[in-house]
């Protein structure tokens, strides 16, 4: 292991969407012994940095599934965004099946519609089976727009007249017919990825802003094989990672279909799966012997 990548929700973060100490620990020990942690999130740049900063970490991150990536010192180094015309033809899509979406700019994530944001955060931590009470449930909804991670505006169309750069579309829905039916639409566009953080959602960027990419860019960049870079996640938007190195790690709350394309398996992001698997990669390496599950 000569580096390691994390995925934020549902993998690095607890469900108090918190970095727990026995994380920050494990990062840190890893920083101090001159191994480069970095940060894949589907989160945009600001929205990533909130946990990251209240738990006194200092990394680069990859933001909007890679769609940007930043130094350690927030300074921007590269994006991708997507084609203002495709940005178009996909928000039609998105509208005619009543699909709530985000838009992700360069600097802000915009919703048109902040009761039905509020509205599907709830029903997605719901679906999730998260312990929390809606009154809990409804607080973390809220928090998105009260700390300005999520802005509010009148019509994404503006954004467009303004040349906004948009780096990604974030749609939600429980109707899983509606997002199979969108992707198939969306994926017919030349130059458009499709995944999903979660069985409700669908992240809509460019091609090249895959968190697989940005990881062999920034591997590149530190001069780091990817091949010894160990990646961990929880979803479908973490799998490009996995294609990228023999050291991917599921976590334990992953869908089984995440768990067949890991090489190894920790333990949930509730039991510090993150620094479960750096402890037995050093206890592996120490005794030399195998640390696969």
């Known amino acids: 292991m000569k580096a390691l990548v994390t995925d934020m929700d549902g993998t690095l973060l607890n469900e108090a969407r918190e970095v727990s100490p026995r994380n920050v620990e494990a990062l840190k020990?890893?920083?101090?012994?001159?191994?480069?942690?970095?940060?894949?999130?589907?989160?945009?740049?600001?929205?990533?940095?909130?946990?990251?900063?209240?738990?006194?970490?200092?990394?680069?991150?990859?933001?909007?599934n890679g769609a940007q990536i930043h130094d350690a010192n927030g300074r921007l180094l590269k994006q991708e965004p997507l084609m203002q015309e495709q940005v178009k033809a996909i928000m039609t899509i998105l509208r005619k099946h009543a699909i709530y979406f985000e838009v992700y700019g360069a600097d802000a994530v915009y919703s048109d519609n902040v009761e039905q944001g509020l509205a599907v955060v709830v029903d997605v931590l719901k679906s999730t089976g998260a312990s929390l009470t809606e009154d809990e449930m409804l607080h973390h909804a809220k928090e998105r727009f009260e700390l300005g991670a999520v802005k509010q505006i009148e019509s994404y169309e503006r954004l467009l007249e303004q040349n906004e750069t948009i780096l990604k579309l974030l749609a939600f829905t429980l109707d899983s017919h509606k997002l199979t039916e969108a992707k198939k639409e969306i994926s017919r566009f030349d130059l458009v990825s499709v995944s999903s953080s979660a069985a409700d959602n669908l992240e809509i960027t460019h091609t090249n802003a895959q968190k697989g990419e940005a990881l062999q860019w920034l591997c590149d960049?530190?001069?780091?094989?990817v091949q010894e870079v160990v990646a961990i996640g929880d979803n479908g938007n973490d799998l490009?990672?996995?294609?990228?190195?023999?050291?991917?790690?599921?976590?334990?709350?992953?869908?089984?279909?995440?768990?067949?394309?890991?090489?190894?398996?920790t333990t949930s992001n509730e039991l510090d799966g993150v620094a479960q698997i750096i402890a037995s990669f050093n206890q592996s390496r120490q005794k030399n012997t195998p640390v696969k599950n």
Do not use: C, W
């Open 29 to 64: 020990q890893l920083q101090q012994e001159g191994k480069p942690v970095f940060i894949a999130t589907g989160r945009d740049y600001y929205e990533a940095r909130l946990p990251l900063k209240k738990a006194e970490l200092t990394v680069p991150i990859i933001s909007a």
């Open 240 to 265: 490009s990672m996995f294609a990228k190195t023999p050291l991917s790690v599921a976590m334990a709350n992953a869908p089984q279909f995440i768990k067949e394309q890991a090489v190894y398996e």
């Open 221 to 225: 960049l530190h001069g780091i094989p």
